[in-house]
T-cell receptor
Framework: EPEVTQTPSHQVTQMGQEVILRCVPISNHLYFYWYRQILGQKVEFLVSFYNNEISEKSEIFDDQFSVERPDGSNFTLKIRSTKLEDSAMYFC????????????????FGPGTRLTVL | AQKVTQAQTEISVVEKEDVTLDCVYETRDTTYYLFWYKQPPSGELVFLIRRNSFDEQNEISGRYSWNFQKSTSSFNFTITASQVVDSAVYFCALSEFRNNNDMRFGAGTRLTVKP
């Protein structure tokens, strides 16, 4: 069964460093998402991406974040200058449809990358 | 904007008890989708169910059942004859039709099932 994969499973970085979290969505999916879950808290939407551009972003997704689909398979989240409060689990998700029509927008989640900022 | 409330932060039951996890939502959209996810201690998010706003029929899947009531904006989840393996954090989520790239999660309910 196709699944979303994420690498690395755990990333440790120093405050101020740049990190790139990688995701490989399900191959025929067109919509991609990043979510964040600070330890013990709820899952929060960060950004959605379609047709090589951001379709929506939350207030959390500020200028230090960026997303990219550098090739036909990867979807990345870059944090330019990490802060302590960026420590969280980051989930990637993909779906084969988004807004419009009667589509369900069922999002399939990856296993997450745990980011620890020291 | 849509909002999901899971008022129960933590629930503890003894194995074989039935347990209901509450979810109340707010949305201005007439078409929306509701979801439940399970997050076991390993951390991944496991999809359990999706329901669209036009389908109020309750659903049963094995020991799991869901009660969707638009009149009270609730989408509650019941586990019958709970087992230790059911111990996890359960999240309810809402996605609006006109904005369904943005899935909003509730705060989650931590369920502990003791042997």
């Amino acid at each position: 069964e196709p699944e979303v994969t994420q690498t690395p499973s755990h990333q440790v970085t120093q405050m101020g460093q740049e990190v790139i979290l990688r995701c490989v969505p399900i191959s025929n999916h067109l919509y991609f998402y990043w979510y964040r879950q600070i330890l013990g808290q709820k899952v929060e939407f960060l950004v959605s991406f379609y047709n090589n551009e951001i379709s929506e972003k939350s207030e959390i997704f500020d200028d230090q974040f960026s997303v990219e689909r550098p090739d036909g398979s990867n979807f990345t989240l870059k944090i330019r200058s990490t802060k302590l409060e960026d420590s969280a689990m980051y989930f990637c998700a993909s779906s084969d449809s988004g807004s419009g029509g009667a589509s369900y927008n069922e999002q399939f989640f990856g296993p997450g990358t745990r980011l620890t900022v020291l | 904007a849509q909002k999901v409330t899971q008022a129960q932060t933590e629930i503890s039951v003894v194995e074989k008890e039935d347990v209901t996890l509450d979810c109340v939502y707010e949305t201005r959209d007439t078409t929306y989708y509701l979801f439940w996810y399970k997050q076991p201690p390993s951390g991944e998010l496991v999809f359990l169910i999706r329901r669209n706003s036009f389908d109020e029929q309750n659903e049963i899947s094995g020991r799991y059942s869901w009660n969707f009531q638009k009149s009270t904006s609730s989408f509650n989840f019941t586990i019958t004859a709970s087992q230790v393996v059911d111990s996890a954090v359960y999240f309810c989520a809402l996605s609006e039709f006109r904005n369904n790239n943005d899935m909003r999660f509730g705060a989650g309910t931590r369920l502990t099932v003791k042997p």
